[in-house]
Nanobody, 126 residues
Framework: QVQLVESGGGLVQAGGSLRLSCAAS????????MGWFRQTPGKEREFVAA????????YYADSVKGRFTISRDNAKNTVYLQMNSLKPEETAVYYC???????????????????WGQGTQVTVSS
């Protein structure tokens, strides 16, 4: 069974940057679309970005376009999220996820993903 471990979260000032990593183990990493989501208390998990199996296609929530970059290294079974120009309202727990065995693109619903990491806290101070 796949396991996902996020890292790279922390405290950053508004306008700053962070790079999140998500290391996967246990199954054919390159067979699945990977996604990043975020969640704050009392709110539903929100889609942030997704990357195709090969890494050739990416898709972003409108709110992060131009500031966030998702990438993957299939040789290292790792997906990344580079976050620039962070805003205080983006304070959340960030989760990576592997897609369910679905065809289609992009996959932006949390229901399209079936395995989740434990999350990493990102706090953006004003």
């Amino acid at each position: 069974q796949v396991q996902l471990v996020e890292s790279g979260g922390g405290l950053v000032q508004a306008g700053g940057s962070l790079r999140l990593s998500c290391a996967a183990s246990g199954r054919a990493f390159r067979s699945y679309v990977m996604g990043w989501f975020r969640q704050t208390p009392g709110k539903e998990r929100e889609f942030v970005a997704a990357i195709s199996r090969s890494g050739g296609s990416t898709y972003y929530a409108d709110s992060v376009k131009g500031r966030f970059t998702i990438s993957r290294d299939n040789a290292k079974n790792t997906v990344y999220l580079q976050m620039n120009s962070l805003k205080p309202e983006e304070t959340a727990v960030y989760y990576c996820a592997t897609s369910a065995p679905l065809w289609g693109w992009p996959l932006v619903s949390s229901g399209d993903y079936d395995t989740w990491g434990q999350g990493t806290q990102v706090t953006v101070s004003s």
